[in-house]
């Protein structure tokens, strides 16, 4: 008879059996627990100095500064506060010709400049911009001196209801500004992620290749 027979056959060696693999089991478990108790160890430690690395954004508003249009401005605002929030609500005066519409960075309604190149206000947090360059699109022209792409606007009517029509502007100057004499598909390209809720893309493209054509900046 085999050994693996009389084992099977002795109690005593089948409890024995069973208690070993117990016994193994058991420290298993056991220094499974303890390395992970380790990791959540090192997890806390890790997560307490990342928070006191950062006081500042703990809790309660913060003071910080941007520059907006080219000058210095002073805000106080939750550190969760996007740029949009914070140019509507928190700049002095308010910056409210960037319109807040799907606020989830699908219209373009939106859009800025952030270093020269077009970005959606209400994806971005406003503290995270300190040393960067926002312009928005009070930082184009003034009702009574308007930019050539925004007085091309209003010249070939390329605005409705008006709540996407900076958000237009925007991204259709970043790519003039770069490309002078930019093509219809280019013009396309650049404001694709803008949506007109009205329908006026064909005289928004119009004006935006009046621009274009003539040269004029």
């Known amino acids: 008879m085999s050994d693996s027979s009389a084992d099977a056959q002795d109690p ?7 208690r070993r693999w117990f016994l193994r089991g058991a420290g298993g478990v056991a220094a499974g627990s303890a390395f992970a108790g380790g990791l959540a160890q090192q997890a806390e430690a890790a997560r307490a100095r990342s928070l006191a690395a950062a006081p500042e954004v703990l809790e309660g508003d913060i003071e910080f500064e941007l520059s907006i249009n080219g000058q210095r401005m002073k805000l106080r605002c939750e550190p969760r506060t996007t740029l949009l929030n914070a140019l509507r609500n928190h700049c002095e005066p308010p910056l409210t010709g960037t319109k807040q519409v799907c606020d989830r960075g ?6 800025v400049h952030v270093d020269g190149r077009p970005a959606n206000a209400c994806l971005m947090l406003a503290v995270d911009l300190r040393g960067r360059e926002v ?29 996407c029509t900076p958000g237009f502007v925007m991204s259709i100057q970043a790519c003039l500004e770069k490309q002078p004499n930019a093509s219809l598909e280019q013009i396309k390209r650049a404001c694709s992620g803008n949506i007109c809720r009205c329908g006026t893309y064909p005289a928004v493209f119009e004006a935006a290749l009046a621009v274009a054509k003539g040269g004029a900046r």
């Open 12 to 18: 005593q060696s089948s409890s024995k059996l069973s």
């Open 106 to 111: 699908n219209c373009g309604a939106c859009t």
């Open 135 to 163: 312009r928005t699109i009070e930082g184009l022209g003034a009702p009574g001196a308007l930019n050539p792409l925004q007085e091309s606007f209003w010249k070939h009517d390329a605005q409705m209801c008006g709540f």
